[in-house]
């Protein structure tokens, strides 16, 4: 693929995964589900298994931004390791590739945690258990889960 097409592609994937987290939720399935419609790699299943980690994980908000792991999943479809080679040791090349999305979201939100961009984006923490708390963090958050979802996949279109 040349830079060019790369660039094209990038536009794409982040303005898909944009409108996949305004319209449905879920960062970590957005970004993987426009991963699997734009260049393969993921499956459903993969996408399934992604749902709890949003919000954090769990809608706890306390763990990595589920956009920021369904990107580390999505780069692991790709260079992560098969079970069957467990013995052949840790394949630091997804370790690398996965640290440099992570820098690049860290430099991007100041941190990577849902609930540090929760406080970056609203000024405060919200209870996600609560409808009502979560009522105002998406009134609040405006587009910025969103904008996070889509710069993530296009950070991981250009990684893969």
């Not at 995964?17 to 426009?34: K, W």
């Not at 079970?83 to 040791?89: M, S, W």
């Not at 984006?121 to 409808?131: E, K, Q």
């Amino acid at each position: 693929m040349t830079k060019e097409e790369k660039t094209t592609l990038g536009e794409k994937v982040y303005q898909m995964a944009f409108d996949y987290e305004l319209s449905y939720g879920c960062c970590p399935q957005c970004v993987l589900t426009t991963v699997k419609e734009t260049v393969g790699l993921v499956t459903d299943d993969v996408i399934k298994a992604s749902h709890g980690l949003s919000g954090g994980g769990g809608l706890m908000g306390l763990g990595a931004c589920g956009a920021l792991t369904g990107g580390l999943i999505a780069l692991s479809c790709k260079r992560g390791r098969d079970r069957d080679k467990f013995e052949k040791g840790r394949f630091i090349n997804n370790f690398r590739v996965g640290q440099a999305l992570v820098d690049r979201f860290n430099n991007e939100f100041g941190g990577v945690t849902c609930e540090h961009l929760q406080q970056k984006f609203t000024g405060r923490t919200y209870d996600m258990w609560d409808a009502s708390e979560y009522e105002a963090f998406d009134k609040a958050r405006r587009h910025e889960c969103a904008r996070a979802t889509g710069l993530v996949t296009k950070w991981v279109i250009e990684l893969l």
